[in-house]
T-cell receptor
Framework: GQQLNQSPQSMFIQEGEDVSMNCTSS?????WLWYKQEPGEGPVLLIA?????ELTSNGRLTAQFGITRKDSFLNISASIPSDVGIYFC???????????FGQGTRLTINP | DTEVTQTPKHLVMGMTNKKSLKCEQH?????MYWYKQKAKKPPELMFV???????INESVPSRFSPECPNSSLLNLHLHALQPEDSALYLC???????????????FGPGTRLTVL
């Protein structure tokens, strides 16, 4: 089946640092989604990407849909303590109801 | 209203109990999903309802029984569960309308289920 390789698995950074994580796939996706999940809560949608090459920002977050349609990255600038959580990428084929999730990147921030 | 709500927040049940999880959305979405999530893992799809009809069952054991009474509500009936079924159960919804390209899935806060 389709798999997404998400890296890194975990990150330990200082407050104020920039963060970068990415997802790659052996298959082409038409949609890339980035979610953040905090302990005891459901995933919250951060950014949705629908066009190859698309670069989209949401505050301090920036995500890009790779030109090959097989990868995506998420950057967080000037991290703050509330950025702590697990970030999941997810991909899907247009119109499909199934999302393929990455294994997640656990972000820890030292104040 | 852009929320998906789930009740209860926490549930503890014995292996012989029957219980139900409930999910509700008022975004006019026509697709609703049940996911199971184990600690430190991504969500795993269980069921998908599209226009109130079951469209995907990911080979889930029959002790989990989904129900979609109407387009806003989704239930998951639980019976004779096993301790390994303990997990966070997430509900999600998406537009799923013909011609709509943007089918982001929005998740509820989840029900933390513990099976003793």
């Amino acid at each position: 089946g389709q798999q997404l390789n998400q890296s890194p698995q975990s990150m330990f950074i200082q407050e104020g640092e920039d963060v970068s994580m990415n997802c790659t796939s052996s298959s082409i996706f038409n949609t890339w989604l980035w979610y953040k999940q905090e302990p005891g809560e459901g995933p919250v949608l951060l950014i949705a990407l629908y066009k190859a090459g698309e670069l989209t920002s949401n505050g301090r977050l920036t995500a890009q849909f790779g030109i090959t349609r097989k990868d995506s990255f998420l950057n967080i600038s000037a991290s703050i303590p509330s950025d702590v959580g697990i970030y999941f990428c997810a991909g899907s084929i247009q119109g499909a109801q199934k999302l393929v999730f990455g294994q997640g990147t656990r972000l820890t921030i030292n104040p | 209203d852009t929320e998906v709500t789930q009740t209860p927040k926490h549930l503890v049940m014995g292996m012989t109990n029957k219980k139900s999880l409930k999910c509700e959305q008022h975004m006019g979405h026509r697709a609703m999903y049940w996911y199971k999530q184990k600690a430190k893992k991504p969500p795993e799809l269980m069921f998908v309802y599209s226009y109130e009809k079951l469209s995907i069952n990911e080979s889930v054991p029959s002790r989990f029984s989904p129900e979609c009474p109407n387009s806003s509500l989704l239930n998951l009936h639980l019976h004779a569960l096993q301790p390994e079924d303990s997990a966070l159960y997430l509900c999600a919804s998406s537009q799923d309308r013909p011609g709509v390209l943007y089918n982001e899935q929005f998740f509820g806060p989840g029900t933390r289920l513990t099976v003793l």
